[in-house]
């Protein structure tokens, strides 16, 4: 089975396979992003105004800013909040140039929300924008489909929003931020499925550098369903977000590190640590995720600790790739949810997730791997797990993501694993007791306790259609899935 929780659900992803075959469903917690390079960055590329503030007005934030302040350096800033800075800059916008607001050392305590091109720069010492105690529900114009779906009103530190009036999404609106350190941290008590250090949508288009996006959701982990450091997009409701993100740090999340969801939502990730909280038996979570439409590109990025060891049917990813399925599935995000199609994820350091890189396109039966080329690419990452189950499991591994038929929830992990059709896996470096694959003494279809392991599973679940797997490796050895 796989698990989907969102804003609004905690619905279940789950079929049966053929009669007589002791595979039933795998598990994975969802949260409803080479080639496809080009076509990714210049989607969500900040348009040249944005990247220059030569000629741009400029607001200075300060902790002891005033608003008689001169407003030409940290000393004179007018401005001692970053939201009341935003307001200005935004009612000053002429759409010929954008404004530059500059950060000075201090933590800004305060959620921001924007809805016009802006850059962020950081002007001294050290930034952080931090939750407060008490936070709000957005009130903006990418929330009006929410009640009519159900969906629970997103809590954001930063939420950029370009819909028009009426809710539609818009296109140009461009926000670039760097240097800066954006904290979250919900109270363990809460247990809501909207939380955001970052959230970006109604076509807006995000380009974050060089900063930290920390303590998303609630912390220490509980075992609800929110809490994403980025999300791009958001699918049951149709909204497009965009971004791109270089050598950024994200971790201590509740849920996912990145999420990018949706139709016509994209990302390019690259440089970028994700950590997740190592073991835990509170919730599976997912490194980045890429869903529901949305595609991407994740490259020369280094995610780890994404390691469930509870109970519950369900196991954690480094890189999630998932579309497809529908209300018989039980995601409820539709009846006929996106593909994730020409997804890249290449050249990574995936280490102890309990699957490096899951590729999920499933059919609307949730049966079978759709037919229509998804055309997905993991090839030459190195991906390592050292949670094995030899003498019975490590107290690390997983041990209930697979459920079969003969003996309930026993413990899956892969290197990567492929439901999709066409998709390509060459060149991974795979190694560790964690993704050890069968012996001479292991069947299939009838996995023996306590796990299913394998480096590269193109087999289990919804079988992949037509994969192109070549020079992969396992403990430096040629491997082929068998």
Request: proline fraction near 5%; charge should be negative.
């Given at each position: 089975?796989?698990?989907?929780?969102?804003?609004?659900?905690?619905h279940?992803?789950?079929?049966?396979?053929?009669?007589?075959?002791?595979?039933?469903?795998?598990?994975?917690?969802?949260?409803?992003?080479?080639?496809?390079?080009?076509?990714?960055?210049?989607?969500v590329?900040?348009?040249?105004?944005?990247?220059?503030?030569?000629?741009?007005?400029?607001?200075?934030?300060?902790?002891?800013?005033?608003?008689?302040?001169?407003?030409?350096?940290?000393?004179t800033?007018?401005y001692s909040?970053?939201?009341?800075?935003?307001?200005a800059?935004?009612?000053?916008?002429?759409?010929?140039?954008?404004?530059?607001i500059?950060?000075?050392?201090?933590?800004?305590?305060?959620?921001?929300?924007?809805?016009?091109?802006?850059?962020?720069?950081?002007a001294?010492?050290?930034?952080?924008?931090?939750?407060p105690?008490?936070?709000?529900?957005?009130?903006?114009?990418?929330?009006?489909?929410?009640?009519?779906?159900?969906?629970?009103?997103?809590?954001?530190?930063?939420?950029?929003?370009?819909?028009?009036?009426?809710?539609a999404?818009?296109?140009?609106?461009?926000?670039?931020?760097?240097?800066?350190?954006?904290?979250?941290?919900?109270?363990?008590?809460?247990?809501?499925?909207?939380?955001?250090?970052?959230?970006?949508?109604?076509?807006?288009s995000?380009?974050l550098?060089?900063?930290?996006?920390?303590?998303?959701?609630?912390?220490?982990?509980?075992?609800?369903?929110?809490?994403?450091?980025?999300?791009?997009?958001?699918?049951?409701?149709?909204?497009?977000?965009?971004?791109?993100?270089?050598?950024?740090?994200?971790?201590?999340?509740?849920?996912?590190?990145?999420?990018?969801?949706?139709?016509?939502?994209?990302?390019?990730?690259?440089?970028?640590?994700?950590?997740?909280?190592?073991?835990?038996?509170?919730i599976?979570?997912?490194?980045?995720?890429?869903?529901?439409?949305?595609?991407?590109?994740?490259?020369?990025?280094?995610?780890?600790?994404?390691?469930?060891?509870?109970?519950?049917?369900?196991?954690?990813?480094?890189?999630?790739?998932?579309?497809?399925?529908?209300?018989?599935?039980?995601?409820?995000?539709?009846s006929?949810?996106?593909?994730?199609?020409?997804?890249?994820?290449?050249?990574?350091?995936?280490?102890?997730n309990?699957?490096?890189?899951?590729?999920?396109?499933?059919?609307?039966k949730?049966n079978?791997?759709?037919?229509?080329?998804?055309?997905?690419?993991?090839?030459?990452?190195?991906?390592?797990n050292?949670h094995?189950?030899?003498?019975?499991?490590?107290?690390?591994?997983?041990?209930?993501?697979?459920?079969?038929?003969?003996?309930?929830?026993i413990?899956?992990?892969?290197?990567?694993?492929?439901?999709?059709?066409?998709?390509?896996i060459?060149?991974?470096?795979?190694s560790?007791?964690?993704?050890?694959?069968?012996?001479?003494?292991s069947?299939?279809?009838?996995?023996?306790?306590?796990?299913?392991?394998?480096?590269?599973?193109?087999?289990?679940?919804?079988?992949?259609?037509?994969?192109v797997?070549?020079?992969?490796?396992?403990?430096?050895?040629?491997?082929?899935?068998?």
């Open positions: 089975m796989r698990g989907l929780p969102t804003r609004h659900r905690h279940i992803f789950g079929a049966q396979s053929g009669e007589g075959d002791d595979r039933r469903s795998r598990a994975v917690g969802l949260f409803t992003g080479g080639i496809v390079v080009a076509a990714v960055a210049a989607a590329t900040i348009p040249a105004a944005a990247a220059s503030a030569t000629s741009s007005p400029t607001y200075w934030v300060s902790p002891s800013g005033v608003s008689t302040g001169a407003d030409t350096s940290c000393a800033a007018a909040t970053v939201q009341s800075a935003v307001t800059a935004q009612a000053a916008e002429t759409g010929r140039s954008v404004p530059t500059k950060l000075c050392s201090g933590t800004y305590t305060e959620q921001v929300t924007i809805s016009k091109s802006l850059n962020f720069v950081r001294s010492g050290a930034v952080t924008i931090e939750l105690a008490s936070p709000v529900n957005s009130t903006t114009t990418c929330q009006t489909k929410d009640a009519a779906t159900s969906t629970e009103v997103p809590q954001s530190v930063i939420e950029i929003c370009a819909a028009n009036a009426s809710g999404n818009t296109r140009g609106v461009a926000v670039s931020i760097s240097h800066v350190t954006i904290e979250g941290e919900w109270p363990n008590s809460v247990c809501d499925d909207s939380l955001y250090d970052v959230l970006v949508e109604g076509g807006a995000l380009s550098a060089d900063s930290v996006v920390t303590q998303a959701g609630a912390y220490p982990l509980n075992g609800c369903q929110g809490g994403v450091g980025v999300e791009a997009g958001f699918s049951p409701t149709g909204q497009i977000g965009h971004a791109v993100l270089v050598s950024d740090t994200i971790n201590n999340y509740q849920k996912n590190g990145i999420t990018i969801d949706g139709a016509d939502s994209t990302g390019y990730i690259s440089g970028v640590t994700v950590s997740g909280d190592g073991p835990t038996n509170q599976a979570q997912n490194g980045i995720q890429i869903s529901f439409g949305a595609t991407g590109t994740i490259t020369h990025s280094t995610i780890t600790g994404n390691n469930y060891t509870g109970t519950g049917e369900a196991f954690a990813t480094g890189v999630l790739v998932v579309g497809g399925g529908g209300k018989v599935c039980g995601n409820g995000v539709s006929n949810p996106g593909l994730v199609r020409d997804a890249t994820v290449t050249r990574n350091t995936l280490i102890n309990d699957v490096g890189v899951a590729l999920f396109n499933i059919n609307s949730c079978a791997s759709v037919h229509i080329p998804t055309d997905d690419v993991a090839c030459y990452n190195d991906i390592r050292s094995g189950y030899q003498g019975g499991p490590s107290a690390d591994a997983n041990i209930s993501g697979f459920e079969t038929k003969k003996y309930g929830a413990g899956d992990q892969a290197g990567i694993s492929d439901t999709g059709s066409h998709d390509l060459c060149h991974n470096a795979i560790g007791v964690g993704y050890g694959g069968r012996d001479s003494r069947e299939l279809p009838n996995p023996k306790p306590p796990a299913w392991v394998r480096p590269i599973d193109i087999f289990s679940f919804a079988a992949a259609y037509h994969p797997v070549k020079a992969n490796s396992y403990d430096g050895k040629p491997y082929i899935p068998h």
